[in-house]
């Protein structure tokens, strides 16, 4: 009975030996492959870096992935300033993908660029650069988001509070316009002055025998017999009948 529990005892250790050596195995194979990420992801972003400082950018507007992450970093330095090098990083390992997240120093900021891998190392699925800003920055610039928020919210309501008060001025406007129309219709329209036939006077040197017989006809009408009384000077024309002037 000794014997057998003393073999059991030699088991159990043996087994115990080979589980923490299998382990001792699997932690160290992962540390030289975060690594050996570390070491490819540092050199991307170096890689990265060339590129962009050579102007070569279009060359790899084919690669979606790796253009955008090119435009990514183009606009990053605005903010990094001057690209100092890399300062290590870490590596997320899943098994859908592969995060190795680079520190990356520069003159005026420094940033964390992301490199995306597929989980069986194919190719790159995103790469993306972002600044590390400074607790004053980062309030700062929420602050600005804030006003100009605001500022669009405020301007908006003004706009639409004119366009309310719109509507009750243009009823008043076509009244008015209306109101004025109807005054200038309703003005009477002048009369074209009438010209006044010029009066023509007849020299009676040329006829004594109408002024004769104009002279009776006057002397008749007034009862008297003779012409003494009053002496034909003119003759002139009228256009109207005798009827008429009555």
Not at 119 to 133: H, Q
Not at 141 to 169: D, E, H, K, P, Q
């Amino acid at each position: 009975m000794k014997k057998l529990l003393a073999i059991l005892g030699v088991i159990t250790c043996m087994v115990g030996l080979c589980a923490c050596g299998q382990e001792e195995a699997k932690t160290q194979t992962a540390g030289a492959d975060e690594e050996a990420l570390l070491q490819y992801g540092e050199t991307t972003v170096q890689q990265i870096d060339t590129i962009v400082s050579q102007g070569a950018i279009e060359q790899y507007a084919a690669d979606t992935v790796i253009y955008n992450g090119l435009l990514d970093w183009q606009n990053a330095l605005e903010d990094i300033g001057n690209f100092e090098g890399t300062n290590g990083g870490t590596v997320d390992i899943s098994d859908e993908e592969i995060v190795v997240s680079i520190n990356i120093s520069g003159s005026d900021h420094n940033a964390v660029m992301d490199i995306v891998f597929a989980a069986d190392m194919s190719g790159y699925e995103g790469i993306s650069t972002n600044i590390k800003y400074t607790t004053a920055e980062n309030m700062g610039r929420a602050a600005m988001n804030t006003l100009i928020g605001m500022g669009t919210v405020f301007v908006v309501l003004i706009i639409i509070s004119l366009i309310i008060s719109a509507f009750s001025v243009i009823p008043k406007l076509e009244a008015k316009m209306k109101k004025s129309g109807k005054q200038e219709t309703a003005q009477p329209v002048k009369a074209a002055p009438v010209a006044v036939p010029a009066v023509v006077e007849e020299e009676l040197s040329d006829d004594t025998e109408l002024v004769a017989v104009i002279a009776a006809a006057i002397a008749a009408y007034e009862g008297s017999g003779s012409t003494d009384g009053f002496v034909v000077r003119s003759i002139r024309k009228s256009n109207k009948s005798k009827w008429q002037n009555a």
